[in-house]
C-alpha cells in the first residue's frame, strides 16, 4: 500500500518532538473525564473507489470532506461504519482489539448495500496508519479511556436513479473516548420498547448501515423521555424474543450459562462474540439462541455489550406496557459473572491479561 502525504499535511508548521507532543496533549485531555463525543485529532486517512479501483491511501488533516450533491450516501443510505478501540497498555504499548472482524463485517455490510469494499489488508492497513499518526492521542494507561477508531465507507457518485454508485470514499478518522454510558461499569436501568421497531426481521439490523440508527432515534429519544438511557428491543415480527440493547447486543446469565440472543436483525457484536469464548474459558456454558423476553424473570444478571458500550451491567428492564418490572441486579450492583467477563476483556485489552486467542493487533 502506498501512503501519499497531502500538501495540507506538508503545509503544516514544523512537528513538535513526539515527546513534547504528548506532554502538551496530556495537558490538555483531562483523560478521566472523557465521554463518548468527538474531539478532533490531527490526521484520518482515505482511499477513493474511483474507475473500478481503489486508490492509494491519502493521509489528510481537515475535519471535512467534498461530496455531490447527488452523492447516493445522502439520498439512498450508500453508507457503511464501522466502530473499534485501540488501548494503551502499562508498557506503553498499543492494541486494536479485533481489527480483522471489523473489516469483514464491513465487507458484510457493503455487499448487503452493494457498495464496493477495500479488503481485508488495505482495511487493517489503513487502521494502523491512522492509529500510528494520532497515537499521542491513545489514552494513557489506567485512565479507563480509549481512543475509538470509526471506519466509514460511502457511496460518493453523483446520480438519482436508485442503484448502486460507481464511486466510494472509504475512510478513517480517531478520537478518544470515555464510557459511552456515563456511570461506566455501574448497573443501569433499560426500558422496554414496544412502539418502534429498529429493525425488520429480514432487514438490515445484522448488518452496520448508518438507515438502522436513524430509524433507532425516534426510540432513544422515547426512552430518555421516560428517563432511560437504554431501549430493549423486542424482536419486531411477535414481540416475543429480546432482541438488542440500544447500541450494544443484550447477554444474561442464568445457572452458570452465558444467553445471548441469536437474531437476524441484531448487529453480530465483536464484543459479544468474545464474550461468548470468554465465558467459555471461565468454564460457563454458551447459549447463543433465540431468547423469548418471557425468561427475564429466570435471569440472575444481564447486560449490554459492545465497543462503546463495554459491559454495562443492567440494574432493571422495565416493560411499562405490562406495568412490570423486572429488577435483576443485586443491591444494584453487577453480579460475580458479570464482574468476571467485564474484568477478563478489558484486561485482554489493555494487555494486562494473557491474549490466549490472539485477538490484540499491536503497535509500536
Ligand atoms: N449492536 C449495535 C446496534 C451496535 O451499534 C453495536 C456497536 O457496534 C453493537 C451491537 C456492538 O457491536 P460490537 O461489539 O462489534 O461493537
Ligand atoms: C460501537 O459500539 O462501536 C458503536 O458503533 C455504537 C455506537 C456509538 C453507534
Wanted: charged content about 20%.
Amino acid at each position: 500500500m502506498k501512503i501519499c502525504a497531502f500538501s495540507d499535511v506538508q503545509r503544516q508548521k514544523k512537528p513538535l518532538s513526539l515527546s513534547h507532543n504528548i506532554f502538551l496533549i496530556m495537558e490538555t485531555i483531562d483523560w478521566g473525564s472523557l465521554g463518548f463525543g468527538y474531539v478532533k485529532t490531527d490526521y484520518n486517512v482515505r482511499s477513493y473507489f474511483r474507475d473500478g479501483k481503489w486508490g492509494d491511501l491519502e493521509v489528510h488533516t481537515e475535519e471535512t470532506i467534498t461530496l455531490p450533491m447527488a452523492a447516493t450516501c445522502l439520498h439512498y443510505g450508500q453508507e457503511a461504519f464501522e466502530g473499534l478501540k485501540a488501548f494503551r497498555g502499562k508498557d506503553g504499548k498499543i492494541r486494536l482489539f479485533r481489527p480483522e472482524e471489523n473489516a469483514k463485517r464491513m465487507k458484510a455490510t457493503a455487499d448487503y448495500v452493494c457498495m464496493q469494499c477495500p479488503d481485508e489488508d488495505f482495511y487493517l492497513a489503513a487502521v494502523k496508519k491512522v492509529v500510528e499518526l494520532n497515537a499521542k492521542y491513545v489514552p494513557p494507561y489506567g485512565t479507563g479511556a480509549s481512543l475509538y477508531i470509526r471506519p466509514l465507507l460511502i457511496g460518493t457518485g453523483a446520480q438519482v436513479g436508485v442503484h448502486p454508485s460507481s464511486e466510494y470514499l472509504f475512510m478513517i478518522f480517531v478520537t478518544p473516548v470515555g464510557p459511552y454510558y456515563k456511570d461506566g461499569f455501574k448497573p443501569i436501568d433499560v426500558i422496554v420498547d414496544r412502539l418502534h421497531d429498529r429493525a425488520a426481521p429480514r432487514g438490515t439490523g445484522h448488518i452496520k448501515v448508518g438507515g438502522n440508527y436513524a430509524a433507532s432515534m425516534e426510540s432513544s429519544a422515547w426512552g430518555h423521555d421516560h428517563g432511560y438511557n437504554i431501549v430493549l428491543y423486542l424482536d419486531a415480527k411477535e414481540k416475543k424474543y429480546i432482541d438488542e440493547c440500544g447500541a450494544a447486543n443484550f447477554f444474561a446469565v442464568r445457572d452458570n450459562t452465558y444467553i445471548t440472543p441469536n437474531s437476524h436483525s441484531i448487529l453480530p457484536s465483536i464484543t459479544n462474540k468474545s464474550l461468548q469464548v470468554i465465558a467459555a474459558d471461565l468454564g460457563m456454558k454458551v447459549e447463543a439462541r433465540p431468547v423469548a423476553f418471557d425468561e427475564m424473570v429466570t435471569f440472575e444478571e444481564a447486560g449490554a455489550c459492545g465497543t462503546a458500550a463495554v459491559i454495562t451491567p443492567i440494574n432493571k428492564i422495565v416493560d411499562i406496557d405490562h406495568e412490570t418490572v423486572y429488577t435483576i441486579a443485586k443491591n444494584g450492583q453487577p453480579g460475580p459473572n458479570t464482574v468476571r467477563l467485564y474484568q477478563q476483556l478489558v484486561g485482554i485489552q489493555n494487555g494486562d491479561l494473557p491474549d490466549t486467542h490472539d485477538w490484540n493487533l499491536i503497535i509500536g
